[in-house]
């Protein structure tokens, strides 16, 4: 059975800064295309980032390249999210993803129902 679990959420104010985590168990990670989505209430999941084996890492560019880094330690079976220069927007609840499937299309990994594995989410709260 493959386990996901974050952590890493916070109230942070806007410009701060916050790193999430995703401890990844039951499968091997390195092989694993890995993917943070996000979703604040009324609205639907979205693609943050992902960390793939072909590719390399992929970044929602409308809402947060430049502000947001995603990386992997496949030693430690863990996934990260570097959050900085938070706005208000960026509230949300904060998912890591796990897919079994090696894609050489980018957009693949942007579509939440091409993830197999999920974990439970943390809250990031930016206030102004």
Known sequence: ???????????VQAGGSLRLSCAVSGRTFRRTVMGWFRQAPGKEREFVAAVTTL?????????????????????KNTLYLQMNSLKSEDTAVYYC????????????YRTPRNYDY???????????
């Open 118 to 128: 999920w974990g439970q989410g943390t809250q990031v709260t930016v206030s102004s």
């Open 55 to 75: 590719t390399g890492t992929l970044y929602n560019p409308d809402s947060v390249k430049g502000r947001f880094t995603v990386s992997r330690d496949n030693a």
């Open 1 to 11: 059975q493959v386990q996901l679990v974050e952590t890493g959420g916070g109230l």
């Open 97 to 108: 993803a796990a897919s079994r499937t090696i894609s050489s299309s980018d957009s693949y």
